[in-house]
């Protein structure tokens, strides 16, 4: 099992551009969340998803857009890059529905807009 | 909301104890533990649930006071494999427990 992938790794933008990361994982989890992560504030979540086809906001929702087409994927776009959304973006999944559970991170995205 | 964690950095001796905080203002369902390594993903550590019940992982355990709202995380005779970040997740909710708000973290170096 790869566990949870992130595409890409790293990545470029200008202020404006526009990008989606991809998250894929093989482990049949119910749950997927993206996360930001900037030096000293912790992981902040970003949306969220119960189920294939639902999406939820999380702390830090503005200036992101999500999607759950497929149980497997959780995408997350940027629509017009600023760089105050630099950062390192990390995928997680979780099996379990309504009981804690653990969450499987990705490698992380990093992200740097200019 | 965001659970606050003490201390913010600690630097070890191999052999020498530690003891990570969190601290919540709102009532604690359950706590999670993570670490992360430099550069690296978030690794599950441990879930603690409601009820005072103490869990461990390898020489790390923990424990978690409802009354206080506080977990604590302890590290016994640590090992170089120990330094990383450590992170505290507490669920917003009882009937949301998937969405974690995370601490600012603590960081642990553990030297020779």
């Known amino acids: 099992n790869a566990g949870v992938t992130q595409t890409p790794k790293f990545r470029v933008l200008k202020t404006g551009q526009s990008m989606t990361l991809l998250c894929a994982q093989d482990m049949n989890h119910e749950y997927m969340y993206w996360y930001r992560q900037d030096p000293g504030m912790g992981l902040r979540l970003i949306h969220y998803s119960v189920g294939e086809g639902t999406t939820a906001k999380g702390e830090v929702p503005d200036g992101y857009n999500v999607s759950r087409l497929k149980k497997q994927n959780f995408l997350l776009g940027l629509e017009s890059a600023a760089p105050s959304q630099t950062s390192v973006y990390f995928c997680?999944?979780?099996?379990?529905?309504?009981?804690?559970?653990?969450?499987?991170f990705g490698p992380g995205t990093r992200l740097t807009v200019l | 909301q965001q659970p606050v964690q003490s201390p913010q950095a600690v630097i070890l001796r191999e052999g020498e104890d530690a003891v990570i905080n969190c601290s919540s203002s709102?009532?604690?369902?359950?706590v999670h533990w993570y670490r992360q390594k430099h550069g690296e993903a978030p690794v599950f550590l441990m879930i603690l649930l409601k009820g005072g019940e103490q869990k461990g992982h390898d020489k790390i355990s923990a424990s978690f006071n409802e009354k206080k709202q506080q977990s604590s995380l302890y590290l016994t005779a640590s090992q170089l494999s120990y330094s990383g970040t450590y992170f505290c997740g507490i669920p917003l909710s009882p009937s949301n427990t998937g969405k974690l708000i995370f601490g600012q973290g603590t960081t642990l170096q553990v030297k020779p």
């Open positions: 709102k009532a604690l369902y359950s």
């Open positions: 997680a999944s979780s099996y379990s529905v309504g009981a804690p559970d653990t969450q499987y």
